[in-house]
């Protein structure tokens, strides 16, 4: 057997050497790998040593041992060991290396390399347009070679380059978790940086659609394992590079697809949606992303006023392009919806559309266009401007539909009956309902509706379904009724 150990100021050589000249070779060694420290000879000689050249085997122990800070090397005829704490970080990866590189003649029997300590404990992972590039240190080369395998998930299809090194001194508790968590919510950006510096994880950079700083913070926090804290989060909104938005009209549901700028657009985006397209459902999936051209609501609710009037048929914005496409109830609004679009789209966007006339259904008899009719009415009001006959633009939309069924009731009578409130004069009440009602005839005639089959008759404040004693009763009272005949 033979051995050295280093601690403190000194190197102690111990056990036998073959040879006089040995022992005074590896003594020499020594003091040459350990400059300005006592080499402490106890060394004896004695015949048995292995086959070879030992004074160079316990001369390479020695070089090794140089390149801890301190510890141990061992030989036990050829059988090496080495233990002990890598001087720097460099070192262990250095000394590890070569425990696997032998020289001949020797056989490894056990290495224990601690790592050296590092303070501050730091780690990074950042994500680019080259792929994503890990630095700074791992306790172990098991946790190293899990944080990268967890990279390559997280990133699948995405160049990985581990540049992480081995060191003692990371914070208590689970760091291999903690690394794992910050490279989920970095997989979160387009681009950024995620980082340790200790047990404080800081993550900043460009969010993917949707992702905001308050989500990963709060997915951090509740995620990170004991003893790991949340020190400063910055994730900027995506810029969207094309902003595009859709409106899906079919079978009475309107799908919003695509995005919107902020919480304010959202909410008023959402309010022109049921104001157009009254009893619809609004089946909403837009997300927020930023990069919306300049009076993106202004085009998305002024197209609405156009795909409202469609029996089916999709509004498209794509930057500052509208594109209308679908089916109209009848000849006339095929022809005004085509024209009106493109006027209709606020200055700097460019509208087109491509609609046409759907196919005409079958012939519906009264029994059948009654209730199609009184669900209409019940669904959406016809709505006029304050004290006059004059239809409201808004009211457009269930015009056109009414003048759709009203096309395939052929063989029916239609009246269109007016009511009013019970405020102002009785007399007065029955004219403007009479002229409220013949406003809506002359608009379905307009459309093609036989003028023949189909009458005005204004009843006033007569037969009220609510209470005029409160605004919303009154505004029930004030309605068009259909009776098919």
Not at 365 to 375: E, I, K, N, V, Y
């Amino acid at each position: 057997v033979w051995g050295a150990a280093r601690a403190g100021a000194n190197v102690t050589l111990t056990g036998f050497a073959p040879s006089d000249a040995a022992r005074a070779a590896i003594a020499a060694r020594a003091a040459a790998a350990f400059p300005g420290v006592a080499v402490v000879n106890r060394m004896q000689v004695a015949r048995g040593a292995p086959a070879g050249d030992f004074a160079a085997s316990a001369g390479y122990g020695l070089g090794e041992l140089a390149k801890l800070s301190g510890g141990s090397v061992s030989l036990s005829d050829a059988d090496y060991s080495i233990s002990g704490a890598a001087a720097n970080v460099a070192g262990y990866e250095t000394a590890l290396a070569a425990t696997k590189a032998l020289p001949a003649g020797l056989k490894l029997a056990k290495a224990d390399i601690q790592p050296a300590v590092v303070k501050p404990w730091v780690w990074s992972a950042v994500r680019d347009a080259n792929g994503v590039t890990l630095t700074g240190f791992a306790p172990s080369e098991a946790v190293r070679s899990a944080i990268a395998a967890r990279a390559a998930g997280v990133f699948a299809g995405v160049p990985i380059v581990n540049q992480m090194q081995i060191a003692g001194g990371a914070p208590s508790g689970d760091f291999g978790a903690a690394a794992f968590l910050a490279l989920g919510e970095l997989g979160k950006l387009a681009d950024g940086k995620a980082s340790f510096a200790d047990a404080r994880l800081s993550i900043s950079g460009s969010g993917k659609s949707g992702v905001t700083s308050a989500a990963v913070t709060g997915a951090a926090r509740d995620g990170l394992p004991q003893g790991y804290a949340v020190a400063a989060i910055d994730v900027k909104e995506p810029v969207i590079a094309s902003y595009v938005f859709n409106a899906e009209k079919s079978e009475g549901r309107l799908k919003l697809t695509g995005f919107y700028p902020d919480a304010k657009a959202h909410q008023d985006i959402l309010a022109a949606a049921k104001s157009r397209f009254g009893g619809d459902t609004v089946d909403d999936q837009l997300v927020e992303g930023k990069g919306a051209p300049a009076d993106f609501v202004a085009a998305v609710t002024s197209g609405f006023a156009s795909v409202a009037r469609l029996a089916s048929g999709t509004l498209s914005l794509a930057g500052a392009n509208m594109t209308l496409k679908g089916e109209a109830y009848y000849d006339k609004a095929a022809a005004d919806i085509l024209a009106a679009f493109p006027a209709s789209a606020p200055q700097g966007f460019r509208g087109q559309g491509e609609v046409k006339t759907a196919a005409a259904g079958a012939p519906l008899d009264a029994a059948a266009c009654q209730p199609l009719l009184s669900g209409l009415l019940a669904n959406g009001r016809i709505l006029f401007e304050t004290a006059r006959a004059d239809l409201h633009k808004d009211s457009v939309p269930l015009l056109d539909h009414i003048a759709g069924v009203s096309l395939r009731c052929k063989a029916t009578d239609i009246e269109v009956a007016g009511y009013t409130d019970s405020d102002g004069p009785a007399e007065r009440n029955v004219a403007l309902s009479k002229q409220r009602a013949q406003a809506v005839v002359d608009y379905l005639v307009a459309a093609g509706v036989d003028g023949s089959r189909i009458t005005a008759m204004g009843y006033g404040e007569a037969r009220p379904i609510a209470t005029n004693d409160t605004a919303e009763g009154k505004a029930q009272n004030r309605r068009i009724e259909m009776t098919v005949k």
